[in-house]
Nanobody, 122 residues
Framework: QVQLVESGGGLVQAGGSLRLSCAAS????????MGWFRQAPGKEREFVAA????????YYADSVKARFTISRDNAKNTVYLQMNSLKPEDTAVYYC???????????????WGQGTQVTVSS
């Protein structure tokens, strides 16, 4: 069992940066790949980034490549999403999730956080 709690969301101007954190509880955190997803108003939830349990593999949606960086600190049971050069279209609720393997498919994720709001003003 893994419990996930996101933090770090907020309001930022276009071009700014935010770092999201996802703290996990449970002894099995290090065996899970982690992902970030987002859902904008009126839209379906979409994949943002994923990282393998060992952090040797990362995956990104084309829309965030070169702007967002996913990382993890297994000693702290935490996964991060560094978001730079933010755009108004990045506005969404951001969710972290845990899966047996790194994947872009939300259906492969077993555990989800409650989400954190990111709002980018133009």
């Amino acid at each position: 069992q893994v419990q996930l709690v996101e933090s770090g969301g907020g309001l930022v101007q276009a071009g700014g940066s935010l770092r999201l954190s996802c703290a996990a509880s449970g002894r099995t955190f290090t065996t899970y790949a982690m992902g970030w997803f987002r859902q904008a108003p009126g839209k379906e939830r979409e994949f943002v980034a994923a990282i393998s349990w060992s952090a040797d593999s990362t995956y990104y949606a084309d829309s965030v490549k070169a702007r967002f960086t996913i990382s993890r600190d297994n000693a702290k049971n935490t996964v991060y999403l560094q978001m730079n050069s933010l755009k108004p279209e990045d506005t969404a609720v951001y969710y972290c999730a845990a899966a047996p393997g790194a994947t872009m498919s939300e259906y492969e994720y077993d555990y989800w956080g409650q989400g954190t709001q990111v709002t980018v003003s133009s």
